[in-house]
C-alpha cells in the first residue's frame, strides 16, 4: 500500500473498536453468584428513554450499547435533562458506571422507580467534572434515570454508556491510574498535541487555523489538523452544515467532496481559507470541531488502548499516533508493535509493549518526509515512558522541534 494511502486520516479508527456489548443481558440475578452478578453490565440493551436528543444520530440506546464512539446526546443548552434505562424488573444495584462526553453534567442525581414515575435517589452531586464517574450505590428498582440539573458546558448533556451493576459490585476494580478521557488528563493530552502540531500550548487558539504545509493533503485546519485531502475536514464541514445550513463553509463542500484523496485546492481557493476563519468564530463549529475529534480520533484511541491495558501515557500515544496516520498508519503501526511485544492485556509488560510501539511509530513517521522529524515521540512521548510517568502525570517536560515546553499543574 502507497505511503501516502497508508497515512489517510479521515477513515474512521473507530472501525478498529468492536462494537460488541459490555455484558449479558439478564432480567434477574437469579441463579447468579454474587462475582457473576457483579461483572453483568445489567443496562446493556436495555429499553431508553430520554428528555430530548440532539439530533437522530444521538439516541439514548447509544447510551447502552457497549460501543465508545456513541453515545446519547440532550438538546443544547437546555436544563433539565434526563435518560431513563428500563431494566426489566426489579433489581438492586450496587455500582453504577457513567461514561460522560465533553459535555457533561456539573450537577446531576441518578435515581431508581418501580413505576417509572415515583423516584427514589440513590447519589447526587453538583461538583461533577465529567470523565468516567464509578459510583457505589445502594437500592433497588425497575428502572434507572440519570437526571441532569446543571451542564458543565453551554452545550447539553452527552453520555458514551451508562453501566449498571449488581448488588456484589459495591467496590470499583482497582484502577492503576486516571485514564486519558478524565477531563484533567484529556486537557493534558490537548495541549501535548498542540504543541506537536502548532508549536503552542494554547489548544483552543486553533480552531481558526488553516495552512497547506506540503505534505500531499491539501490544507491542513483546526483544533486536530482536520485535511481537505483525507475525508475528516470534509466530514467536520458536512456535520456542521447539519447543525448551521447556512453557514460560510456548506458553499465548500462540493469542492471538498471533489479533492477527498488529492492535495488539490480546486474550488476551494481564494475563498476557503477566509471562509474557514470566519467560521471558526461560531461556537457551534468550535464545538463541532471537538465532536469530529473525540468521534473519530480521541474515544476510539483510548478505547482500544484500554482494551491493550495501557494506561494513560500508553493512551496518549495510540491518540498521537491516530492524530497524524489515521486508521490504517494506527492500525500497521499498533501491528508491528504486536509482532515484537505484547501488551498488558496478554499478559506482557506495558513499558516493553510501548518502546515497540514507539519504535514502530518513528518507523512509520520517516517514510514521509513531511513527518521524517519525529521529536514528538523522540524526546517528548518516550521521555515519559523512560521517567517511568505511564499516567502521564504533571509535571511534565518536553521538547518538539528544538522548542521546550512544560506542563506543571
Known amino acids: 500500500m502507497p505511503p501516502t494511502i497508508n497515512a489517510l486520516r479521515g477513515r474512521r479508527l473507530a472501525a478498529l473498536v468492536a462494537a460488541a456489548a459490555t455484558g449479558v443481558l439478564l432480567p434477574t440475578l437469579a441463579g447468579l453468584t454474587s462475582a457473576t452478578a457483579a461483572a453483568v453490565n445489567l443496562a446493556a440493551n436495555r429499553p431508553v428513554t430520554t428528555s430530548s436528543t ?37 433489581t438492586t444495584l450496587g455500582r453504577v458506571v457513567l461514561k460522560w462526553e465533553a459535555a457533561y453534567a456539573r450537577a446531576y ?52 454508556e451508562v453501566e449498571a451493576y449488581g448488588a456484589g459490585a459495591t467496590t470499583p476494580p482497582p484502577s492503576s491510574g486516571t485514564g486519558l478521557d478524565d477531563p484533567r488528563k484529556k486537557e493534558v493530552a490537548m495541549k501535548l498535541v498542540s504543541s506537536f502540531e502548532n508549536s503552542s500550548l494554547d489548544w483552543r487558539a486553533q480552531f481558526a487555523y488553516i495552512e ?73 463549529f468550535q464545538q463541532t470541531q471537538e465532536e469530529e475529534r473525540d468521534r473519530v480520533y480521541f474515544t476510539p484511541a483510548v478505547s482500544q488502548a484500554k482494551q491493550d491495558g495501557l494506561r494513560a501515557l500508553g493512551q496518549f500515544a495510540y491518540y498521537d499516533a491516530a492524530v497524524m496516520h489515521g486508521e490504517s498508519g494506527f492500525r500497521d503501526i499498533r501491528s508491528v508493535a504486536l509482532s515484537r511485544a505484547l501488551p498488558p492485556s496478554r499478559g506482557g509488560d506495558e513499558k516493553a509493549y510501548l518502546k515497540a510501539f514507539l519504535d514502530a511509530r518513528e518507523e512509520e513517521m520517516r517514510k514521509e518526509e513531511a513527518h521524517s522529524d519525529t521529536t514528538r515521540v523522540s524526546t517528548a512521548q518516550r521521555r515519559f515512558l523512560n521517567e517511568g510517568n505511564l499516567d502521564l502525570n504533571t509535571p511534565l517536560h518536553w521538547s518538539v522541534y528544538g522548542e521546550a515546553f512544560s506542563l506543571t499543574g
Open 54 to 90: 440532539e439530533s437522530g444520530s444521538f439516541g439514548g440506546a447509544k447510551a447502552v450499547d457497549g460501543s465508545a464512539s456513541t453515545r446519547w446526546a440532550s438538546a443544547e443548552g437546555v436544563d433539565n435533562q434526563w435518560i431513563r434505562i428500563d431494566l426489566g424488573s426489579a
Open 109 to 160: 442525581r441518578v435515581e431508581l422507580s418501580d413505576d417509572g414515575s415515583t423516584w427514589r435517589q440513590i447519589h447526587a452531586t453538583t461538583t461533577g467534572d465529567g470523565g468516567t464517574d464509578d459510583l457505589s450505590v445502594n437500592g433497588t428498582g425497575r428502572y434507572l434515570r440519570v437526571f441532569g440539573t446543571q451542564r458543565g458546558t453551554p452545550y447539553g448533556y452527552s453520555l458514551y
Open 212 to 284: 497547506d504545509i506540503d505534505d500531499g493533503r491539501g490544507y491542513t485546519a483546526g483544533i486536530i489538523g482536520f485535511c481537505s485531502g483525507t475525508g475528516d475536514m470534509l466530514e467536520l464541514v458536512e456535520r456542521y452544515t447539519a447543525k448551521k445550513p447556512g453557514n460560510p463553509l456548506a458553499r465548500y463542500l462540493g469542492a471538498l467532496r471533489a479533492v477527498d484523496g488529492t492535495d488539490s485546492h480546486e474550488g476551494l481557493d481564494p475563498g476557503f481559507t477566509n471562509a474557514w476563519r470566519q467560521a471558526a468564530q461560531d461556537t457551534v
